[in-house]
């Protein structure tokens, strides 16, 4: 039994998604054990010591920040609370859940860092324009990834560096965390990362996720009002 851990980031409204991805996490890897990292800064007492089904949560509370804030500090957070003793590491945010009855052993044994981007057209074709890698289908996504111990240390503390960095500056990436991880595939070694299509591990079900959030099913980028900070 392998020890996989999952972090994931909810805050406001949409810990009330978190409900949906816990429903599918029983059928993914269903005989390794998932220890979840949620953090929010809505606390929902009925996750406390939550324990069934080889899936246990860790809940911690988080500040609300607002977009994209909370998107440059995840790598800092997931380099909080991950350590040696995790065979492997998620990181889910709110859009997806787990494909039911995923169960790929060789990816939990693979050294490199797992990538996914989506394929889908016009989602995938107005990101990729955007890249400023120019790494063509190589663009992928921050929302999901996946890698042992140090390959994910090591992308956190690149896309963290980066953030830092433009954040002395008041400026923030066109694409906020996920500018920041492309630029790190674009500068490490490709015998060091695999890219995989999103739907080949995870589902996106906007219409069952936003439910009752009064959320429509657009893609929407929101920069919020961030006073002295550019973004480029």
Same mark, same amino acid.
């Given at each position: 039994?392998?020890?996989i851990?999952?972090?994931y980031?909810a805050t406001? =409204?949409?810990?009330e ?26 606390h ?11 899936v246990?949560? =860790? ?5 609300h ?14 380099? =909080?609370?991950?350590?040696?003793n995790?065979?492997f ?27 996914? !981007?989506?394929?889908k ?9 955007l890249n ?7 663009y992928v ?6 890698g ?14 980066r953030?830092?960095?433009?954040l ?5 990436d ?48 929101h920069?919020g009002?961030?006073? !002295?900070?550019?973004i480029?």
């Open positions: 039994m392998k020890n851990k999952i972090v980031i406001n =409204k949409y810990i998604r978190f409900k949906y991805f816990l429903e599918e996490l029983k059928y993914f890897y269903p005989n390794d054990h998932k220890e979840v990292i949620l953090l929010s800064n809505v929902v007492h009925k996750y406390d010591d939550y324990n069934h089904n080889n246990s949560i =860790k809940f911690y509370m988080i500040d920040y607002p977009w994209p804030i909370i998107a440059l500090f995840k790598m800092h957070y997931i380099k =909080k609370f991950i350590n040696e995790d065979d590491i998620f990181y889910f945010n709110s859009n997806a859940y787990p494909k039911r009855y995923f169960d790929d052993q060789d990816l939990l044994n693979d050294d490199r860092l797992i990538c996914f !981007r989506v394929k057209e016009g989602y995938f074709k107005t990101w990729n324009d400023p890698f120019n790494q063509e289908i190589k996504q921050s929302g999901l990834f996946g042992n111990y140090n390959s994910i240390l090591e992308m956190c503390n690149y896309v963290t560096n953030v830092n960095e433009l002395r500056k008041n400026i923030i066109k694409l906020h965390d996920e500018t920041a991880l492309n630029s790190y595939i674009s500068v490490l070694d490709s015998s060091k990362y695999v890219i995989k299509d999103w739907y080949d591990m995870a589902i996106l079900d906007y219409e069952r996720f936003n439910s009752g959030l009064g959320l429509d099913n657009k893609l929407h980028t920069y009002i961030l006073d !002295r900070v550019e480029y």
